[in-house]
C-alpha cells in the first residue's frame, strides 16, 4: 500500500482579556491641596464688564465673578483685547504694575492711554477693551475624603492632572501604580506653622479603612502627620497606618548631582526621619 502523507490543520485563536483590577487590601490616600487653574484664552475667563480708556477713574474686576477664589495673587494673568479703537482685535498682556489686586479684587486705571505697550501702540481715550483674567484657585469640590474611580473623577472633583495640582497629579500616578480607584483627602492650602489644624483636619479619616497617607504638599508639618498615625494605630482605634511626607529640605535638587550634593541629600532625609521619633512616618524625597 503506497504511503499516503497526512493532512493537518491548524488553527490558533487570539482572545482578547481584560485587565483585572486588584483591589488593594491596605487602601491608601492621597493628601493635599487642588487647584483649578482659569485660562485667560477661554470665553469663560471674560469679565462681564469692558474696559474703557478715561483721562480719571478706575474699573474693578472681582474674581468672584468667576466664581472662584485665587490662591494666590501674584498668579494672576491680565490682557485686554480691543474692541473699539486703533487696535481692534489685538491682545495686550498687562504686566503686574498696571493693575493692583487685593482680596481677590482687580482695580485697573482707566487712564491707560498714555501706555505703550511696543514701540507702535498707544491707547486713546475711548477705547474699549475686554478684559480675560488667569487665576489659579483652590478647587473646592475637592475637599475632603473622595474616592476617585476614573481619570474623569479626578477632572470632576480634583482638576487637571497637571503638576501645578499636587493632589490631582499625585492621585493619578498614584492609579497608574496601584491599577485601582484610589481614596483622595483634599484640604485648603495652609501656612507652614499650623500643624494643629493639619492634624485637625486629618480627623476625618479616623473611620476611614486606610493603611498608608502620603502627603502631596510641602507645608512643614510632619509632626501633624505623625500623632494622627501614632493615634491611629493604637490597638484601641483598631488601625494600622504610615505616612510619607516630602517636606522642605535645606540642599536643592539641581541637575547634575554630584556625590557631594547626593550625600547631602541623604543627610537631609536621615535628620528629617530622626527628628521625628516615630516609625510610622517616612521622610522621603522624589
Not at 491548524?10 to 487642588?34: D, M, N, R
Not at 487647584?35 to 478715561?54: C, I, N
Not at 474623569?152 to 493632589?167: A, C, H, M, R, V
Amino acid at each position: 500500500m503506497p504511503y499516503v502523507k497526512p493532512g493537518a490543520e491548524i488553527t490558533q485563536v487570539e482572545k482578547s482579556q481584560s485587565p483585572v483590577l486588584i483591589t488593594p487590601e491596605l487602601e491608601a490616600v492621597i493628601v493635599g491641596t487642588a487647584y483649578h487653574y482659569q485660562d485667560p484664552y477661554l470665553d469663560s475667563s471674560k469679565a462681564a464688564t469692558k474696559l474703557v480708556v478715561a483721562a480719571t477713574g478706575t474699573m474693578t474686576y472681582s474674581i468672584a465673578d468667576l466664581g472662584y477664589s485665587v490662591a494666590d495673587e501674584n498668579q494672576l494673568i491680565v490682557d485686554i483685547v480691543c474692541t473699539k479703537g486703533a487696535n481692534v482685535g489685538r491682545r495686550f498682556h498687562m504686566d503686574a504694575e498696571d493693575y493692583t489686586v487685593a482680596s481677590s479684587v482687580i482695580t485697573i486705571e482707566k487712564n491707560i492711554s498714555g501706555v505703550v505697550y511696543d514701540t507702535s501702540v498707544v491707547f486713546s481715550t475711548g477705547d474699549e477693551f475686554d478684559v480675560y483674567i488667569g487665576f489659579v484657585a483652590e478647587k473646592a469640590s475637592a475637599l475632603g475624603h473622595k474616592i476617585i474611580e476614573t481619570i474623569s473623577d479626578i477632572e470632576d472633583y480634583l482638576g487637571k492632572p497637571k503638576t501645578f495640582n499636587p493632589l490631582g497629579y499625585g492621585t493619578l500616578v498614584a492609579m497608574f501604580n496601584s491599577g485601582s480607584k484610589m481614596n483622595t483627602f483634599g484640604h485648603s492650602r495652609l501656612p507652614a506653622s499650623t500643624a494643629k489644624k493639619v492634624s485637625d483636619n486629618l480627623d476625618e479619616l479616623d473611620l476611614k479603612d486606610i493603611y498608608a497617607i502620603a502627603g502631596m504638599d510641602q507645608d512643614s508639618v510632619m509632626t501633624a502627620y505623625g500623632t494622627h498615625v501614632a493615634a491611629q494605630s493604637v490597638s484601641t482605634a483598631k488601625h494600622e497606618r504610615i505616612a510619607f511626607i516630602n517636606p522642605p529640605r535645606s540642599t536643592e535638587i539641581v541637575e547634575g548631582l554630584t556625590s557631594t550634593t547626593r550625600g547631602e541629600s541623604a543627610v537631609d532625609i536621615q535628620q528629617a526621619n530622626a527628628t521625628l521619633f516615630n516609625k510610622r512616618v517616612f521622610s522621603i524625597h522624589p
